[in-house]
């Protein structure tokens, strides 16, 4: 803490009275941000972050280059490429660029597939559990989203996808690896085919799961090199922080930076001003933790996500639904009311096929299944 103290001090030019001033509300949004590291948090897809990315972030805010002048900055560029060409051969497409979130990449591949379309057809086909970014996104761009029924573990129906494309073709289709409420992983082979017969788009948001693709779950995202385009957060799944997202496509798409932007302005991306803060802190986690580490501690919270769906299966008789992706949903009796829990950032509350069901998303390597289940012991 007097580390960070005098490393602020110094940053920011403050003396001491200034500081002091400044410490109590320092220190409370450090006590407030400790949720994230605690072992059990399992609330939200917000992980603990991967010390070496808190240097990135620094560096970036200290940098502060906009790489709509990417003549001015060749480190950063070079560093973006080394990233992109990293991630591209993981997620098996071509292109890709760094985003502010899935929120953007999903509006943008939405775009793409509305240009891309040779027909006016406007409606986008998507699970009803599909983040709400995609709805969104279709009435920005003045498309119809139409929702689609979910089985009970939580993926869209195939079927149902089939016969709402049968009688109206679609523009896109939308599979989810890793919804928001459960982690279920739409049948995304299943998606690209159905996409092919209409000759429509298909869009994969993979914000959550596509994390899978850097371990030997991958074949649970089966065909992925077939969409169109796929987005990711490295800010959900790989410990880093907001903003960090990518969006990869198969068609090149005209670069953001490279083009003089007074001259000619970025006309085929979303991206406006943007630099380092979308992947410094990525780049010194994989140049000082390692992918190899990165790896560990997702396999990490994969495992926990599991130990915590088999206590919970072998202690209980509770309704339990657990996901590859690392969230585990649970429906304890009536009378268990565990507000409380979710007011300690334990766990949260969502709705699976108009269920109201409890749920714990294995989003930090530090999350411990033990703590989770000690949390809830009282309500057996
Ligand atoms: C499946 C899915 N897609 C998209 C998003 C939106 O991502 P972001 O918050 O990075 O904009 C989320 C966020 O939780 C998500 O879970």
Request: proline share 5%.
């Amino acid at each position: 803490m007097s580390q960070l103290t005098s490393l602020i001090e110094s940053l920011l030019e403050l003396n001491n009275t200034e500081y002091s001033e400044a410490q109590t509300f320092i220190d409370k949004l450090i006590i407030e941000g400790k949720l994230h590291h605690s072992e059990s948090w399992a609330a939200h897809m917000t992980p603990s972050l991967d010390p070496p990315a808190l240097l990135g972030q620094l560096l970036s805010g200290l940098h502060n280059g906009n790489l709509l002048s990417p003549e001015l900055y060749p480190q950063l560029v070079k560093i973006e490429k080394q990233l992109i060409d990293w991630l591209c051969p993981l997620f098996q497409h071509e292109y890709g660029h760094f985003t502010h979130g899935s929120t953007y990449a999903n509006l943008e591949a939405l775009w793409y597939a509305r240009q891309h379309s040779p027909t006016d057809l406007t409606v986008v086909y998507g699970s009803q559990d599909a983040h709400y970014s995609i709805a969104k996104a279709c009435h920005i761009l003045g498309l119809q989203f139409k929702s689609i029924v979910t089985n009970d573990q939580g993926e869209m129906s195939i079927k149902a996808l089939q016969q709402a494309c049968q009688q109206h073709a679609p523009v896109a289709i939308v599979a989810t690896a890793g919804t928001s409420s459960c982690g279920a992983i739409d049948s995304i082979s299943s998606c690209i085919a159905l996409a092919k017969q209409f000759s429509s788009w298909c869009h994969i948001d993979a914000a959550w799961g596509g994390a899978l693709m850097l371990i030997s779950k991958s074949h649970l995202l089966a065909g992925l090199k077939e969409a169109d385009s796929v987005s990711f957060d490295p800010h959900k799944a790989l410990g880093q922080p907001r903003p960090c997202g990518v969006l990869f496509y198969r068609q090149p798409v005209e670069p953001t930076s490279g083009i003089d932007y007074l001259m000619q302005a970025p006309k085929q991306s979303l991206l406006g001003s943007y630099g380092g803060e979308l992947f410094l802190p990525l780049w010194f986690s994989l140049l000082l933790s390692g992918e190899k580490k990165l790896i560990q501690q997702l396999n990490h919270r994969l495992q926990q996500a599991e130990q915590f769906y088999c206590a919970l299966k072998q202690q209980t008789d509770w309704w339990v639904l657990s996901s590859p992706a690392g969230i585990v949903c649970f429906r304890p009796p009536d009378h268990c009311d565990l507000s409380a829990l979710i007011q300690q950032g334990i766990f949260s509350k969502t709705t699976i096929n108009q269920q109201s069901v409890y749920r714990a998303v294995f989003a930090s390597d530090k999350t411990e299944a033990k703590m989770l289940f000690t949390a809830l012991e009282g309500y057996f």
